[in-house]
């Protein structure tokens, strides 16, 4: 197979902690690969990621 008809791979946002994409107000845990039951309340030492699910918080 040929590297030019290749398709991108798709990019995927790293772990961290995002706006929930349930809509709530808290932030849930992203393990890289899927969404966890893991939820923080907004705090300085708990940053959300930036440029990754915005339009899912939105």
């Known amino acids: 197979m040929s590297s030019e008809n290749a398709t991108p791979a798709p990019e995927i946002a ?3 902690w ?3 994409p349930a809509g709530t107000a808290m932030l849930r845990w992203w393990d890289g690969s899927a969404w966890t ?3 923080e309340y907004r705090r300085p030492e708990v940053q959300a990621g930036v440029g990754y699910f915005d339009q899912a918080a939105s």
Request: charged fraction near 35%; charge should be negative.
């Open 14 to 16: 790293p772990f961290g």
């Open 18 to 20: 995002y706006p929930d």
């Open 37 to 39: 039951d893991r939820l």
